[in-house]
């Protein structure tokens, strides 16, 4: 009987480094479902993590990836997923608001969703 593909990766694992390092190893691998930055940017309604620790992932995973593209498009893009996660978790979103803002593209038109942002970005320091 011929073992599965992920039974025999995690033999190996376990075997390279130990049980116990290999357990966790093979659990964060398990548990790394998060969303693509792209995919967050093109669907605002594309499903978020439950885990709080996941959703700061993911909004740093988008301002990294808003950041590195450079294009306003992307910049403005990327407000209304930051005012979606504010509406649950505003501390979360505003360490992440914080960022998109210091990243803001030359010329660069403030979209709508910061309006909906204003209490966040203004106990942030970036509004008055």
Same mark, same amino acid.
């Given at each position: 009987?011929?073992?599965?593909?992920?039974? /025999?990766? &995690?033999? %190996?694992?376990?075997?390279?480094?130990?049980? $116990? +390092?290999?357990?966790?190893?093979?659990? =964060?691998? !398990?548990?790394?479902?998060?969303?693509?930055?792209?995919?967050?940017?093109?669907?605002?309604?594309?499903?978020?993590?439950?885990?709080?620790?996941? /959703?700061? &992932?993911? %909004?740093?995973?988008?301002?990294?990836?808003? $950041? +590195?593209?450079?294009?306003?498009?992307? =910049?403005? !893009?990327?407000?209304?997923?930051?005012?979606?996660?504010?509406?649950?978790?505003?501390?979360?979103?505003?360490?992440?608001?914080?960022?998109?803002?210091?990243?803001?593209?030359?010329?660069?038109?403030?979209?709508?969703?910061?309006?909906?942002?204003?209490?966040?970005?203004?106990?942030?320091?970036?509004?008055?």
């Amino acid at each position: 009987m011929a073992c599965a593909h992920g039974e /025999v990766a &995690a033999e %190996l694992v376990r075997g390279a480094v130990g049980d $116990a +390092a290999g357990f966790e190893l093979l659990s =964060w691998l !398990r548990d790394l479902d998060l969303p693509d930055p792209e995919t967050l940017l093109s669907d605002p309604g594309a499903p978020l993590p439950e885990r709080l620790d996941r /959703v700061h &992932a993911v %909004l740093g995973s988008v301002v990294a990836y808003v $950041a +590195a593209d450079g294009g306003a498009e992307t =910049w403005q !893009r990327a407000w209304p997923l930051i005012a979606r996660v504010a509406r649950r978790t505003p501390d979360v979103a505003a360490g992440a608001a914080r960022s998109l803002a210091a990243a803001r593209p030359y010329g660069a038109q403030l979209p709508s969703a910061m309006l909906e942002l204003a209490p966040i970005l203004r106990a942030a320091g970036l509004l008055r």
